[in-house]
């Protein structure tokens, strides 16, 4: 096979092992990316002497990790220390009840327990047996899936799978019916929130992620999450891939891309891991039409340096507020703040001391918040921060005075600086008909795409599995 160059645009984690899979197989790669450092929404944040994860915290589903390194002739531990996060996390609900998430079925049965009753615990071994069951289904034949077709996702094998798992039904409102304690309720839904989505808007599929936590626990790499983008960027580059940092594409078509700085670079292919729909809207020469696409919501994230310990949190801590649906009609309905906003803490110095200062911690913050079909404002911004203060500083032993210092990003930060259309810090939404063969394919007109906005869809490992599909969508179409 004659020796291809290839152009991807964007750092993210996608474009990365894209770039990484394309060089191992003796291809030129060079990645472009606009700002000046790799990662993308996973890149490093660092202010007062700490180091925060800039976007993701967890690290979950280690399979597609794996499966990285070992198609390039590697292993994933040789390049990561990856440390089991257990207790996964430490929930804080409003009625005082704290519990503390755990793969571990005997303390999680333990624990349901004395919150809610025997009879609500009885319900636990099952909703997770049928988690795995469900995990086990989708993610083989409907998420590691390149759709050619109609047929790819309604042939009769693939239909028997739908129906018999109840795939396309509600996730929140199943969730619903297992248990009656509205806390449970919670505990068991709220992770679609890590795709931007409510689960009352989530098809039951998504249940996967919650399988991902509870059956399989949350990990985290030794040195913060950009460690993970690092490691990656390292082996593409030793083997050959060039990353140009500060290198904004300005337009893009199949075989060449222009800088904004009017340089054109020619290529075999071009594969873009800028967002797919501000890539399909500003780069391509002919932007996408048609119906609007359904994005994500959005997050505030604040990174604070905070001089001092924070005993009551652990790594990862989850504030549910007094009205979930509530929280989730404000954001997702109403386009509004939610009133006693959830949001999630993480500490990552608890587990990585190397992280800050002796006797600093590391603490962020995320709230869940509209994205920009309603505009988010300064007061916005002091509104949310001071419930967060006051919720931590009824919560734990936290002292606003001892922040010192603050960076942000904001619903309007995701959209100027990482090019998120509406700011939507998840890309574009994964209701239903944004799913499986509805999403965004990973080709049209010629470039390929790699990404979260893509097939299968948002989060870390979905993205490494991106790249595994844009790989095989080039070799199908005769470029490998
Ligand atoms: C706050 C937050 C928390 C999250 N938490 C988790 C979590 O805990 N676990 C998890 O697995 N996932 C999490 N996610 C999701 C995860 O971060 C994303 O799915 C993943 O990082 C997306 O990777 P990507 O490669 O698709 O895109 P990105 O990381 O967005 O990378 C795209 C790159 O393209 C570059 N680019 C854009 N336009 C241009 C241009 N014109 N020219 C050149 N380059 C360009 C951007 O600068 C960027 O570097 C979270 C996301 C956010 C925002």
Redesign the pocket.
Known sequence: MARRHFVV????????ATALRLSHRGHQVTL????DQ??????RQTLAGCEFDG??????MLDPFRKLFADVGERLEDHLTLTLCDPSYRVFYRDGARLEGTPNIARMLEQIQKLSGPDEAARYPGLIGELAELYHASIPHFVRKNYRSLWDFASPAQLKRVVQHRMLSNLGRRIDQRFSDPRLRMLFSFQTM?LGLSPYDAPWVYATLTYMEYGEGIWYPQGG?PAICEAVARLAQARGTEIRLS????RMEARSVTLESGETLTADAVIC???LP??QE??AVRPKQGRERRHSCS?L?FYWPYEGSLPELLHHNIFFGRDFRGNLQAIFKDLQLPEDPAFYACVSSQTDSELTPPGWSNLYV?VPCPNLDRPFTDSDLESLRSQVFARLAEETSFQPDRVRGEAL?TPRT?QS????NKGA???LSHDTFQSAFMRPPNIREGIYY????TVPG??????LI?AELAEDRLERDGYL
């Open positions: 645009i964007g750092g993210g984690l996608g474009g990365l472009l990316e606009k700002t790799i990662g993308g929404r996973n890149r976007g993701p915290t967890l690290m979950m890590y999450m290198s904004p594409v300005a891991n800028a967002d501000y890539a500003k780069l997050a994230v995320l990003r995701w600086e990482l090019n998120l810090a998840f890309g790699v990404g979260a906005s948002n989060g870390l490992p979905m993205v991106s």
